[in-house]
């Protein structure tokens, strides 16, 4: 079959879009999806991506990750699939959509999307590190020296050691001002450093926060792929209307046959 295709990026974190409204995407095999996400043999992307209608809503996102399986909420890839639907005429403006995690609320202007997260309630503070839930698993650890810190070989490990066969992303921290911070994240089903992971700032900000690296309720994030903001609300413990905001940019589109 031939796919017609659009390929969006945030801060580098790259996603194959698919305008599934038609249903004719065949969704259960994985070895098409991880082919089109594989930089060598297919179109290249860090996920792929359908958007489909939904009865409630203006869309629902279904996300994949590099290597085939469905899974949770990616934060940039829900702020691409904003701009593709704004691009496709879907929406304007302003959308409710839903994804695995539940209902997401954004807005999108002069490119930048500003996307409501799902609400924390728990933050797990351990000695090493610390983990949050924020639409995905995320361990977050401050290190020394980012810019030359082994986050493959470090990331690989925790992620398969400590989290098992489901794993965790696994995100590296160090400050760099009183409410910015640079990070670096391995993910899971990419298995491999992004140079961008929007549930993994979103978790990054509100740790910092958690553990007092912040006071601040808007927080700068610093990635690979350029720079993220998160802000929210905190009330003893729970934090709620989280939003992640940055750059959601069209790269190209066009026909593979799959």
């Known amino acids: 079959m031939k796919l017609d295709f659009y390929k969006y990026q945030g801060t580098g974190n790259d996603f194959i879009m698919v305008d599934n409204r038609s249903k004719t995407f065949p969704k259960d095999n994985t070895k098409i999806i991880s082919k089109l996400c594989d930089r060598n043999f297919g179109i290249g992307a860090d996920g792929f991506i359908l958007?489909?209608?939904?009865?409630?809503?203006?869309?629902?996102?279904?996300?994949?990750?590099?290597d085939g399986n469905e899974s949770t909420m990616c934060g940039n890839g829900g702020r691409c699939i904003v701009a593709f639907a704004n691009k496709l005429g879907v929406i304007?403006?302003?959308?409710?959509?839903?994804?695995?995690?539940?209902?997401?609320?954004?807005?999108?202007?002069?490119?930048?999307?500003?996307?409501?997260?799902?609400d924390v309630d728990k933050v797990d503070t351990h000695k090493t590190h610390l983990f949050a839930n924020t639409g995905s698993p995320h361990h977050v650890e401050l290190v020394e020296n980012i810019e030359q810190y082994d986050v493959f070989t470090n990331g690989r490990a925790i992620r398969n050691d400590i989290y098992g066969t489901e794993g965790s992303n696994v995100n590296f921290v160090e400050q760099k001002d009183t409410n910015a911070f640079k990070v670096r994240t391995y993910e899971r089903g990419v298995e491999n450093e992004t140079l961008a992971c929007g549930t993994g700032v979103t978790a990054v900000a509100i740790g910092m926060h958690a553990i007092q690296k912040t006071e601040s309720n808007?927080?700068?994030?610093?990635?690979?792929?350029?720079?993220?903001?998160?802000?929210?609300?905190?009330?003893?413990?729970?934090?709620?209307?989280?939003?992640?905001?940055?750059?959601?940019?069209?790269?190209?589109?066009?026909?593979?046959?799959v």
Request: glycine share 8%; aromatic share 10%; no cysteine.
């Open 51 to 66: 958007l489909e209608n939904d009865e409630q809503t203006d869309f629902r996102m279904v996300y994949y990750n590099a």
């Open 92 to 118: 304007q403006n302003k959308t409710t959509f839903i994804a695995t995690d539940g209902l997401h609320h954004a807005e999108i202007n002069n490119g930048i999307v500003s996307l409501q997260m799902i």
């Open 218 to 257: 808007s927080v700068d994030l610093d990635v690979q792929g350029g720079k993220l903001s998160v802000t929210f609300d905190h009330n003893e413990g729970n934090y709620t209307n989280i939003h992640l905001i940055g750059p959601a940019e069209f790269v190209f589109e066009g026909t593979i046959t």
